[in-house]
């Protein structure tokens, strides 16, 4: 007979409150504060009126995590670290390199960047110098950035660099640095022996397939600075991106594998709890001590503790909400990571209704594989409304491919942490083992390649309050329902069939693409890509994004099977990377200014092989139901355009076309900056007067106040790539457009943006 859980969910409630209470105090917004502490008063209220001891701890910890989250905040707060800061002022500062860094290559106009973390110790500006200690993020970019990525942690530099304010919601300072770091002391002892494992974990791997080379770093360590672009969504619409984002899974991997090492050397007792809460230390160390790292160590000690011999369903959920309390009380901004929220509900997940599953499945499957199946169904239902919430879509395929890579993941973790610890004594036994976890990795990268190709791997689902709603009611119905289907093969196998041949068909996504869509901007990234429809099935396109996927995936769901004419703004990357998507789609013009400018964009504009005309002022273009009217067009860049680079002067040098159909019209400006828009304000005036604008330069800070304002647009959109190195769109920037009455919408939070005319007004539709 199966043991069902402690059904006493107080101990979650407790855990609840306490993260909620420091998600509170650490928003810095009053209101937030006084909300949390009015929810104190009315449970101490309640505690006094119902003599409830329950009650009475609950309004305890409201009160102590609240107050512990307002003082950490009010800390980093205040200081004449965070008046420079605010100030944006210019200092040299020494900082000490702490955790994981981020580097992204050059690609087209975007320069090469890195960020990491760090401890800020000393720092020099107008005229006096303070020694700190408080957290920053460091951010290079340019021909500076190579120097920062070879720089290991631990290492204290000093360099040149202008201040700026913590993102909202975090704790660290931005140091923006200004010039190559200069080494004052290299990492100390523990700081290189962390160092040397993972580098020569990185160099054992480096004989294997790209996929395999990339991904036993990444499984291993958490580091994914070898994934490129492309295997990374795949893993994403597969869910498999919990396998490299150093999990409580691979925790527990590594746990299982020195318990089973240290009982067959003979360690038993307090010496083998020692033995595991040193191998729980060394991982926290190896993988930089990140945030993430924390969490999962927490969630993997949690996990260890209620799967081990003789614990109870119960017991497992009470160690986890002692877990989320410890841990948001020494990290109070880990309240705040959706990676802290997805481990905490995938762990709970597991132990609330895994084991119930798995007891159902193993009545007539092997006990391996009942674990393996239920334990990814489990965390997917647990996390799936959050899931839903950051990407706007369902991953279909996320149980298959998490069930089939499964039984890899074990061996990959544990070759992979023989290679790092080998590398330090013996490179050749390293590469031997990283061999060994690279087929196990690279049958993973297969898995995510073949998943993520399947036409019905994920099913888009807009991010509103309703949809959420449903998800949420459907993963309550699959908890009540899961224990009676799983039980039986007759109800789980016809399910399962009806599952794996929905993979083979193209799902619809509710209210996507709205039936009378005038304008689409296309969720390209760090680009442009808009689609004006012109009836049956064609489309004026302007501009073409960074990437021919994520263009070719636009078109696709809009059924758009032909597009007679391209508007190109300018040449560069993330305006015409996508133009190869379009072979084969019935272009007859390319419309681009005289400008020919990098000529790495000119050469992609010339392989599409359609025949190009050159735009100018006044040209009116009718395609279909679209009227394109080009309002200005530069006849040469400014002086200082850069060639292969962005410049301004290319920027400037964007096209200006409006377009109306289907009753909306739209104003489009490519990358024009201030100056240009100046220009633009002044030959143009009256007639950029609009529905809808394209807000220039993906929302960047060169706004011309009165340029945007002469649109007076009802909608304003911003194509912009999530988490891009330029700080686009600038808060700035979408004030001033709020503050004209527009409605603002962005591609890197709500996805593919389209306005249709319903009657007398526009319709924003988001999340295509």
Known sequence: MSERPDTDARPLVLAAAGWAAMWLATSADPRWCAAGGAGALACAAWAWWRRSAFWLALAVVLVAFGATGAWRSGALATGPVVELAADRASVVARVRLEGASRVREASGVRPPWWQGGGRLLAVEGRGAAWSTGVPVSVVASGEDAAAWAALAPGTVVETRARLAPADPGGADVVVRAREPPEVVAPPSGPDAAVAAVRAGLRAAAAPLDPDARALVPALVLGDTSGMSDDLAERFRICGLTHLTAVSGANLTLLLVFLRGVAVVVGVRGRWLTGVLLAGVAAFVAVCLGEPSVVRAAAMGVVGMAALGRGSRPGRGVRHLATAVLVVVLLDPWLSRSVGFGLSALATFGLLWWGRRWTEALARWLPRPVAESIAGALAAQVATEPVVVWLAGRVSVVGVLANVVAAPLVGPATVLGVAAALASVVWLPAAVACAWLAGWCAQAIAWVARLGSALP???????????????????????????????????????????????????????????????????????????????????????????????????????????????????????????????????????????????????????????????????????????????????????????????????????????????????????????????????????????????????????QSPGFLAATTPQVALVSVGEGNGYGHPAARTLAEVGRLGASVARTDEQGSLAVSRVGDRLELTTGG
């Open 456 to 702: 019905g791997a994920a099913l888009d689902w807009p991010a509103t309050p309703v949809t959420l709603a449903l998800v949420v009611a459907a993963c309550a119905v699959t908890v009540v329902l899961a224990p009676r289907v799983l039980a039986r093969p007759w109800t789980c196998v016809p399910v399962a069939v009806a599952l794996v041949v929905s993979l083979g068909v193209v799902p619809p996504r509710p209210g996507w693409p709205p039936p009378s869509w005038a304008v689409v901007v296309c969720d390209v990234g760090q680009g442009d890509a808009t689609l004006l429809n012109a009836g049956g099935g064609a489309a004026v396109l302007v501009d073409a994004g960074p990437d021919p996927g994520a263009l070719a995936r636009c078109l696709t769901r809009l059924g758009v099977r032909s597009v007679p004419l391209v508007v190109v703004t300018h040449l560069h990357a993330d305006h015409v990377g996508g133009l190869p998507a379009l072979t084969g789609a019935g272009v007859r013009t390319i419309l681009t200014s005289a400008v020919r400018t990098p000529a790495s964009g000119d050469a992609l504009v010339t392989a599409l092989g359609a025949p190009r005309a050159e735009a100018a002022a006044g040209q009116v273009w009718t395609v279909g139901a679209v009227r394109l009217t080009v309002l200005a067009s530069p006849a040469q860049a400014g002086p200082d355009a850069a060639g292969e680079g962005e410049s301004s002067g290319e920027n400037d040098a964007s096209l200006l076309v409006r377009a109306d159909t289907g009753g909306v019209s739209v104003l489009l400006a490519g990358d024009v900056e201030t100056g240009g828009q100046d220009a633009r304000l002044r030959t143009v005036g009256a007639g950029l007067d609009v529905d809808v604008l394209l807000v220039p330069h993906h929302g960047s800070a060169r």
